[in-house]
Nanobody, 114 residues
């Protein structure tokens, strides 16, 4: 059984920064891809960033150069450092891990005011 718990969301002004954390428990291994999706009101869920085994990363074009994903395998935790935030980054952010199937956290709200 895998459980994911996100933290670090909140309200921030445009141009500010936030760091999201997602702590996992259960059967999570360093080779399991982890990452973040987000869903804004009225929009489909979209991939924000993903980190694969070996540390290779994938980012949505809209966040490249502003967001950085990292993971601490010893803590089964994935992070998303978000900088130069824009109002369009406002969404619920969900972390995920792939271990035979997708597992999701409950989501954390990020609101960026203009």
């Amino acid at each position: 059984q895998v459980q994911l718990v996100e933290s670090g969301g909140g309200l921030v002004q445009a141009g500010g920064s936030l760091r999201l954390s997602c702590a996992g428990s259960g059967s999570i291994f360093s080779f399991n891809p982890m990452g973040w999706y987000r869903q804004a009101p009225g929009k489909q869920r979209e991939l924000v960033a993903r980190i694969n085994s070996g540390g290779t990363t994938i980012y949505a074009d809209s966040v490249k150069g502003r967001f950085t994903i990292s993971r601490d395998n010893a803590k089964n935790t994935v992070y998303l450092q978000m900088s130069s935030l824009k109002p369009e980054d406002t969404a619920v952010y969900y972390c995920f891990v792939i271990n035979g199937r997708d597992y999701w956290g409950q989501g954390t709200q990020v609101t960026v005011s203009s």
